[in-house]
């Protein structure tokens, strides 16, 4: 994102994703306007957050005319810093890593993971979906000065190592898919996802509260 926009707080900007995605589906079908209620149906996010969300960037709805699609795109795009590649480099190609190289990241968003990293030797060499695999004593030296996010799909036990090692390349961001909780550099921001994790809490929600009142 442009540092211009960085006064938008933390879970406004989180939520830019999606209201991007779904934004580039109603452009593409056609539609010139929306309102904080169909978005609100269509993104699960309640409609006063929206407008809040909204009024950060300037984006006023007026009252039974709703957003102007095409402005609002324009502004995401921007923000998202979609008209520029993001490179990205995946790092541990298990279950979990080859899924994520199969996955095609670039038909929904301007990322595209370059290259992989393993250790074991009988993957190393290989392409996943065209994107080569390299070891990862090669690191540094592979990712070079353009790649600026890491997805780690490595053992818990090996993530902060490889962390460490990140602190003096061009990464920026890290998307960590291992439960280990890492520390970072100032110069690394990283984000959780743990699947098992999400899954237990859906299971513990649908198991203690009805779900009518989950929404
Ligand atoms: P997943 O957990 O993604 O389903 P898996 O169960 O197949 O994968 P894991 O043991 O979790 O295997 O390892 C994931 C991948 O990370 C494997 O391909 C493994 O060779 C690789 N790996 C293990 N240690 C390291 C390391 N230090 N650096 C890079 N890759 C590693």
Request: net charge positive.
């Amino acid at each position: 994102m442009s540092t211009e926009q960085l006064k938008i707080p933390q879970a406004t900007a989180k939520r830019l994703p999606l209201y991007y995605r779904f934004l580039k589906n109603l452009h593409s079908s056609g539609k010139q306007r929306v309102s904080s209620a169909e978005l609100s149906e269509a993104v699960k996010v309640d409609s006063a957050t929206i407008r809040r969300d909204f009024s950060y960037f300037g984006a006023l709805g007026k009252k039974g005319y709703g957003y102007n699609v095409n402005y609002l795109l324009t502004f995401f795009r921007k923000t998202l810093d979609q008209d520029e590649l993001t490179k990205i480099a995946l790092i541990g190609v298990g279950n979990l890593g080859t899924a994520l190289l199969n996955y095609n990241f670039i038909k929904n968003n301007n990322t595209k993971i370059e290259m992989a990293f393993d250790v074991d030797e009988s993957r190393v060499g290989q392409k996943v979906s065209n994107v080569p695999i390299y070891h990862l004593n090669d690191l540094e030296e592979k990712l070079g000065n353009d790649i600026s996010v890491v997805i780690l799909t490595v053992p818990a036990i090996a993530a902060q190592g490889i962390t460490d090692r990140l602190e003096h390349t061009s990464v920026k961001g890290i998307l960590n898919f291992t439960p280990a909780r890492i520390n970072v550099p100032d110069s690394i921001r990283i984000h959780h996802i743990d699947l098992a994790v999400e899954l237990q809490a859906l299971i513990y929600f649908l198991r203690n509260y009805p779900t009518e009142l989950v929404n």
